[in-house]
């Protein structure tokens, strides 16, 4: 994604549009089920889509407080497999927040993304 936004914006802010940052997050029912997300599920195209646009804010909220590198360092010193239940601990031991005050300000930070795409795409047009 970093490398798409410098050397093809229109992909990225394709790609940003897609993923419905700027309200994804908003639903309840979206951040119970980025909480609860398995491997193995019954979702659709639309929402399996949408819960990894989800897990993208997420991420980028949780990378405020945590290098990246940290968290790769950290889940390479686990010694057996991780469960979701294990990242909601660490993300809460690494940031100090429960998961509904992270998400909330991943969906900040789709919100800020959205309105850059809306101003970039009027610009375009």
Not at 12 to 38: C, E, P, Q
Request: aromatic content about 6%.
């Amino acid at each position: 994604k970093g490398f798409s936004r410098r050397e093809a914006p229109v992909l990225y802010k394709h790609f940003i549009a897609l993923r419905n940052v700027g309200t994804v997050l908003a639903d309840a029912r979206m951040r119970d089920d980025l909480l609860s997300w398995s491997q193995k599920n019954n979702n659709g195209m639309v929402l399996e889509s949408d819960l990894y646009g989800a897990a993208m804010l997420t991420m980028m909220a949780w990378t405020e407080t945590t290098p990246l590198a940290d968290l790769f360092e950290r889940l390479a010193t686990c010694s057996g497999p991780v469960c979701g239940s294990d990242l909601i601990d660490l993300m809460k031991e690494t940031t100090g927040f429960e998961p509904h005050e992270l998400l909330n300000r991943a969906h900040t930070h789709g919100r800020r993304l959205n309105d850059q795409i809306v101003l970039a795409q009027l610009v375009l047009d």
